[in-house]
């Protein structure tokens, strides 16, 4: 028994594959917070006075509002005001093609395997590359310009397109929501915008790959989607960072709006540096995701969490709109000492509105992985129905997983089921699999893959393979 | 082919094999049958390289390797099979992909091309012929869900995907209803060759009318206390074990 259990702790101690330091010059502003900072933030990006007033305002509620203990994660303090919250990479003009982008930043991407070149090539894949806290690279804008897509850094949206702007940011979560959604709003550097108008399906999938590469610098994402009448848009998004001794704050906002009719899938794959496995350095990933379903509408979120020392997220979803449906598929893996406590809150308010949640949490090493979810119904959410599986799977006996399912029925017409297991790959799996011929790295993974089909399914193709890889990364020894 | 020489073992401060001698050549079925708790399985699981057992004398040659120190995947692509007494369930992982990755990592090891699925499909159809199992049972998780009997045709189905030089069947024959075990027999005959071997270990001679054995060992209190020709089975099934333990008794 003893050698199995060296054999595991050897595979799942394995050190982060993607650490290294990209070297480009940074122009900073200052460490620490005050409306000094936020309006440098403001003028910087060349925003509109609302902008500034909107992320003033935001500024001064977050002053007001305590950090959250609530979740199942302990962390030391965080000292905002020893955080950069300005870095860009310096360059004269955004580039108009790959020929521009600094030869820097497109190596990196070559280190993590995810060259934009190959990327374009793949499966008509439009990739907006986001370096820091600056958008270096923006492809195939033009095809989606003729589609009237907009597939914008945010931070243009808000020069470019204000009315859109106005109308839905902070719409699905308010600066007001909570403490990193307000601290998000003051200070957001960029992040990315989407609009597909009316009745048009997005031809390609759009993804954006995120690189926190500043010491210190806290990364501070807003993603905006806004899905018009009757259209469709698949959003992928995939992020790792470089090795760390400090721990980096990342707190960012997603919010999503499909309209009447129509139909949103966002996927992610997460990846960003776990800390060394004695826990030290590592992410502190703090995301605020939500979107809104209007009439006939549908959102479908799917997450492969593998990366961050702590992990507090829970895409969730309001079901406004009648005969509305939303979907959270999610693998959450944690290994050595990372913390993870993630789900969903599906929040049903329309009549016949329809809701699914499968999360599969992986737990490994000293870590600890937490499922919590919410499903809310209305009292005007008549014939709602709720499907929910939690499962677990421990590897070895120093990890713990938790469940924490919160229910909220308000209507008595209201369907909710609710499933949960927890197992453990045993060493009689372990043999059993020796015994024909296959090693215990493989053999873990595939358990893993198996455990955690039914959410790689939901994703894109390209996707699924990568993230397929990731798991097996995360708890084995070498990828392929 | 393997040659168990004075084998000692014990499991968590029990001594359960005693000094095992055993030579089995290629070509030769060799059936090990004795009372419940001898020893039977755990003889089976430390040639397979099961852990918690704690060799403390002998050796077991294997085709010219020390076994023993072995790990046990090394062992499998080797050409060592355990057909389970008790087979293992791993849910989320179909029967297909768990064939298909032991039979590359098998392949891989003797220096063999790895087989595409359309291959693979094609050689475990004609494979499960030989065990007469229900194709539904493919794409279903390994072994989750299965009744006793399908559990262990599916550990023959298996053994006649990977062909292993040696196959150790550990009470294959319990949980087979009377035409299964007929079937899975004659499957098991059909795989047999010069250069393959066979232990069973079983406690009817019912498996063996059908898998007929070159000899039949008796394992008593972690000894092999009688070896000899088919017809030793016979006698056990008449007499019981009572005069094998007064024997061993006795030659103590
Ligand atoms: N982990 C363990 N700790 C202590 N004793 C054990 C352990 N595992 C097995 N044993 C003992 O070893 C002895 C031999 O067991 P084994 O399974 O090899 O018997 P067997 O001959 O296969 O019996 P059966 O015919 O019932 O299958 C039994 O007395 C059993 O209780
Ligand atoms: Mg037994």
New interface residues.
């Given amino acids: 028994?003893?050698?199995?259990r060296e054999h595991i702790d050897s595979l799942t101690q394995k050190e982060y594959e993607y650490g290294f330091i990209t070297d480009i010059e940074m122009d900073m502003a200052p460490k620490g917070l005050n409306e000094d900072i936020i309006r440098f933030i403001s003028a910087k990006k060349d925003e509109p006075d609302s902008m500034l007033r909107w992320r003033l305002k935001a500024y001064r509620y977050w002053l007001n509002m305590k950090e959250p203990t609530w979740a199942f994660v302990t962390y030391p303090p965080i000292d905002y005001q020893n955080i950069y919250y300005y870095a860009a990479p310096k360059k004269k003009e955004g580039p108009k093609s790959l020929d521009e982008v600094d030869p820097e930043i497109l190596a990196t991407f070559d280190k993590l395997g995810i060259p934009l070149e190959e990327r374009e090539a793949l499966a008509g894949v439009a990739v907006d590359a986001v370096m820091d806290s600056v958008s270096v690279a923006t492809t195939f804008r033009k095809k989606l310009q003729e589609l009237g897509i907009i597939f914008l850094p945010i931070s243009e949206a808000i020069r470019e397109h204000p009315d859109l702007i106005k109308k839905y940011l902070g719409s699905v979560v308010p600066p007001t929501d909570n403490f990193f959604a307000a601290l998000n709003s003051a200070v957001f550097t960029d992040g990315t915008f989407v609009y597909v108008p009316k009745g048009i399906r997005c031809p390609m999938e759009l993804s954006t790959y995120f690189r926190i590469n500043a010491a210190n610098t806290g990364q501070f994402e807003r993603t905006l989607i806004v899905a018009d009448e009757g259209s469709y848009v698949s959003y992928l998004e995939g992020c790792t960072a470089p090795m760390r001794d400090e721990n980096q704050l990342h707190a960012a906002v997603v919010e999503l709006i499909a309209l009447d009719g129509a139909e949103i899938k966002y996927s992610t794959v997460q990846n960003w540096y776990a800390g060394d496995k004695n826990g030290k350095g590592g992410i502190y990933n703090f995301v605020t995701k939500r979107g809104v379903c209007h009439n006939h509408s549908k959102i479908s979120w799917a997450q492969v969490e593998t990366g961050s020392a702590i992990t507090w997220k829970y895409p969730s979803l309001i079901l406004r709109g009648d005969n509305s449906a939303g979907e959270f598929h999610s693998v959450a893996l944690t290994n050595n000492r990372q913390q993870a406590d993630t789900g969903t809150k599906m929040v049903h308010l329309g009549k016949n509105t329809r809701s699914t949640i499968i999360s599969k949490g992986i737990s490994a090493g000293y870590s600890n992985n937490s499922y919590r979810g919410l499903v809310k119904i209305g009292p005007g959410a008549d014939n709602a129905k709720n499907y929910s599986q939690c499962d677990s799977l421990l590897i070895g006996d120093r990890c713990g997983a938790h469940t924490f399912p919160y229910l909220e029925v308000d209507n008595p017409t209201a369907n909710v089921e609710h499933e949960a297991t927890t197992?453990k790959i045993?060493?009689?799996?372990l043999?059993?699999?020796?015994?024909?011929?296959?090693?215990?790295e493989?053999a873990i993974g595939?358990?893993i893959n198996?455990?955690a089909?039914e959410v790689f399914k939901r994703l894109p193709m390209e996707f699924a393979v990568e993230a397929q890889k990731l798991l097996t990364v995360s708890l084995e020894g070498s990828v392929g | 082919m393997l040659s168990i020489r004075n084998l000692k073992a014990s499991i968590e401060g029990n001594h359960i094999l005693k000094g095992i001698n055993l030579e089995i050549h290629p070509g030769e079925v060799h059936a090990i049958m004795g009372p419940n708790g001898s020893g039977k399985s755990t003889l089976a699981h430390i040639l397979?390289?099961?852990?918690?057992y704690i060799v403390e004398d002998g050796e077991v040659i294997f085709e010219g390797k020390n076994l023993l120190e072995l790990?046990?995947?090394e062992?499998?692509?080797e050409g060592v099979?355990?057909a389970?007494q008790y087979?293992?369930?791993?849910?989320?992982?179909?029967n297909t992909?768990?064939?298909k990755?032991?039979?590359n990592?098998?392949r891989k090891?003797r220096g063999l091309s790895e087989l595409d699925a359309m291959d693979f499909l094609t050689l475990v159809r004609k494979r499960m012929k030989l065990v007469d199992m229900d194709p539904s049972l493919l794409g279903r998780?390994v072994n989750e869900g299965f009744s006793g009997g399908e559990k262990k045709r599916n550990e023959i189905l298996?053994m006649a995907v990977?062909e292993p030089r040696l196959a150790i069947l550990d009470e294959t024959d319990s949980g087979l209803d009377i035409d299964a075990l007929k079937t899975v027999a004659n499957g098991v005959n059909s795989l047999k060759n010069k250069d393959n071997a066979t232990l069973v270990v079983t406690h009817y001679q019912r498996l063996l009318d059908y898998l007929v054995p070159d000899y039949v060992h008796v394992l008593f209190d972690g000894r092999i206390v009688e070896s000899g020709d088919k017809t030793l089975a016979l006698e056990l099934e008449r007499k019981g074990y009572d005069w094998i333990k007064t024997k061993a008794g006795d030659s103590k």
């Avoid at chain 1, 028994?1 to 199995?4: E, F």
């Avoid at chain 1, 059993?432 to 011929?437: D, P, T």
């Avoid at chain 2, 397979?48 to 918690?52: D, I, L, P, Y």
């Fill in positions: 028994m003893g050698k199995d197992s045993s060493e009689d799996q043999f059993y699999c020796n015994q024909r011929g296959i090693g215990t493989e595939v358990i198996g455990y089909r | 397979a390289g099961k852990e918690g790990a046990p995947e062992r499998a692509r099979f355990l389970f087979p293992i369930e791993i849910p989320g992982v179909s992909t768990f064939l990755t032991a039979l990592e098998i090891h998780p298996q990977l």
